[in-house]
Structure formats: C-alpha cells, structure tokens
C-alpha cells in the first residue's frame, strides 16, 4: 500500500513555501516521523515527517520547487524497514514537470554517478566530474561535493581570469520576505532614530559579582540582554505609544510587553518572541532568550514564536557594530538598537575617566511617537540600565 508525502499547514497566512531540503531518495528505507523533506516558508523552516515506515517509491517535488498545502509531494511504499540494495539507492529524478529527461544506469564512470541536482550544479561552476571526489555512497558525487570543488584551471589562463568568479544563488524565502518587509517598513512608517549612550560600569560590576551565584542557581549564564529587555519593558509601561501600532484609522494601545529579540542565523535574521516580559524574572528572560536563540539556529522555530510582538531588541555590538540605525519589524512603532561596549574617557563629576560605555539607538514611527516621547523612552532605557539596582526593586 502507497502512503502519500503531503504539505503540512504552514501556518497563518502563510500559503506557500518552497522544498529546501529532500533527506530521502527513491528505493531509501524510511521509519514512522522520520525526518524525510525540508520545507522554508517566509517565516520558518518546517520539517515533514514520514507517515509511514517502509520505502519511498517516488518523489514528485524537485528541491527548489514551491509548494502549497496538501500537495502531494511524494508516496512512500508502507511495510517493514528493509535494507535496499545499492542499486537501486540512485539519486531521484528531480526534472522539472514535462520534462523528458532520463538518466542512464550506471556504467561504472564517474560522470554516471553525479546526481543529476550536483550534475547541474557542477554545469553552472564549470567544474568537471574529474575534480570531484565523490563522498556518497560507492562513490557517488553530491551537492556538497561538487560546491567544495574548484574546477582545474589550464596553465595559459591568466592570474586575472581566474580571481574574477561570480556565482548566482537563487535568495531563500525566508531572506526573500526579509527583503520585502523591510522595504515596506521603509516605505510606509514615517521612521526616525534618536540616540544615547549608557555607562555600562554598574550593570557589568553587578554581572561579574553575581554571575556565578546565578549560573549555579539558575542554569543559565547572566548575559546583558536581560538587563535591557527589563529596562525596556519598564520604558513601554510609562510610556505606551512605543509599545503601540497603527491599524488602519486607530491606534492599539497594550498593556503587556511582548518583546522581540533578533537572532542572525545562516538563513537570515529571525525576531522571536519573548512573551509577557515585563512578568519575567532575570532568570526567566535569559532562559527563553538563550532558548529561542537555540532553536533560530537549528530551524526549529514555530509560527507562534515568531509572531505578536510588541517591541523589538536587536544587539548588533555581538558583531562590533559601534553605531547603527535599525529599522522598525512592522506592524511595531519601536526598535531598541544596543551595541558594542567600548572603553573610552568620559567626563564624571569634572574629571576624565575610562568607562566602558555603550551607545544605543531608537528607531520609532514618528506618526505615533512624538519626538519628546522617543527621548524620554530612551532616556529611560539608561537610568534603568546604569543604575541596575532600580530594575531589582522595580522603581
């Protein structure tokens, strides 16, 4: 009996994504949940499990093709888990739909055992099947053997020929709506930064006295992060037009604090959602901070983790940005940027002293923030931060 490979619900409003990823070729055994094709949408990458145990007959989906719910996308052939012979563990054909192309049995030469996705690949580098060594089963030529390659190049060719190499990737969906929302966040919010700088000597005295006795009670490191993301909830209660969006002719006011924190990952930058923050403990924000970060970098976040924020945090000083303007994650009206900590002199109490010191930078949507307003947020963000004592005793 033939058990078909279907498109998942990708989420709200999401309705299409694309194949990243097959993980199984026809004639693989496959087991029950078992990890089987890789799917990005513009939010998330979703794994599609298999329904089934017993051994894929085909796969109807090239890599790179978009999909939409309830797509077939493959059958899997339901029985018991069986070991398939070599021969028939051949690369899919993954031609596109009406295409007669045909791939001819293995003849023992290397170019036969190149599957067709490296065979192209390897077609757009220039790179001959006698630059590859094939890392695959019985010598079969992947993907990622033929990207690693370099292909030979002749003695006349000259130094200049050889350094001038372009390469075309096909952008993700996931940067592709990065790309996109920013534009529109350009586009159509009125935005506007303004700065400060904070005096970093308390917070990291108070880190470096504590940072051990937290660990130990806690299970997670005392980072910085939580630091701001108290500060900055306790900024949004006092002043709510930051914590607000504008939604056709009104304006939504919240009483609760749900902040976003950007994670870079090799797909992109990614905006989980710290939910109820402003209810958190320290030790609460840095664990689902530390595990949202995880899961950003493995791909497993959910459509839930990364919607409904009210406010957004993004540190772009863990890469040692001194300065930045960031640009608003819409439908909110704020962004906190933080950045590198860098010791400088700074003037205390008429004297020049050497203070670790940090600038910061709001980027609001001035239709709804007034520039007294995004001032004094800011402002805020730096009593809090400089005088950590405060954000412990909640004044």
């Not at 059958?75 to 791939?103: C, M, N, R, Y």
């Not at 590859?132 to 690693?148: C, E, F, N, P």
């Not at 009483?255 to 950007?262: H, K, M, R």
Request: proline share 5%; charged share 25%.
């Amino acid at each position: 009996m033939s058990v078909k490979i279907i498109v998942p619900s990708l989420g709200e409003s999401v309705s299409e994504a694309t194949i990243a990823k097959w993980y199984k070729k026809p004639g693989d055994s496959v087991k029950i949940d078992e990890l089987i094709v890789e799917l990005e949408t513009e939010k998330v990458t979703l794994e599609v499990n298999a329904p089934s145990s017993g051994v894929v007959e085909n796969i109807n989906v090239a890599e790179g093709s978009s999909v939409t719910p309830g797509m077939d996308l493959g059958s899997i052939k339901e029985g018991a888990v069986q070991d398939v012979p070599a021969a028939a563990k051949s690369e899919p054909s993954l031609a596109s739909p009406g295409s007669a192309q045909q791939h001819a049995p293995n003849n023992g030469t290397k170019s036969d055992i190149m599957s067709p996705a490296a065979s192209k690949i390897a077609a757009e580098k220039g790179v001959s099947s006698s630059d590859v060594s094939g890392s695959g089963k019985d010598g079969r030529i992947t993907k990622a053997d033929v990207m690693s390659a370099s292909p030979k190049v002749s003695i006349s060719q000259t130094a200049v020929s050889s350094s001038r190499v372009e390469e075309r990737v096909k952008m993700s969906r996931l940067r592709k709506t990065i790309a996109q929302r920013l534009k529109d966040s350009q586009n159509t919010a009125a935005i506007l930064t303004t700065f400060n700088e904070i005096d970093m000597t308390n917070a990291i005295n108070l880190r470096n006295k504590y940072k051990e006795e937290f660990q130990k009670k806690n299970g997670i490191k005392l980072g910085f992060m939580s630091f701001f993301v108290k500060a900055a909830t306790k900024a949004l209660q006092e002043i709510p037009a930051v914590n607000a969006e504008i939604n056709g002719d009104d304006i939504i006011y919240r009483n609760y604090c749900d902040i976003g924190v950007a994670v870079g990952t090799d797909q992109g930058l990614v905006v989980p959602v710290v939910r109820d923050a402003d209810k958190l403990s320290f030790a609460e924000v840095e664990s689902t901070i530390s595990d949202l970060g995880k899961r950003a970098r493995e791909g497993k976040l959910s459509m839930s983790d990364m919607t409904g924020g009210t406010f957004s945090i993004t540190n772009g000083g863990v890469y040692g940005s001194l300065m930045s303007t960031p640009i608003i994650n819409p439908p909110q009206a704020g962004i906190l940027g933080m950045h590198a900590t860098m010791s400088r002199p700074v003037a205390i109490d008429g004297k020049v002293e050497i203070r670790p010191m940090m600038y910061i930078a709001l980027s609001y949507d001035h239709r709804i923030i007034d520039g007294k307003e995004a001032v004094t947020f800011l402002v805020r963000i730096k009593e809090l931060v400089e005088n950590p004592e405060r954000l412990l005793l909640g004044v």
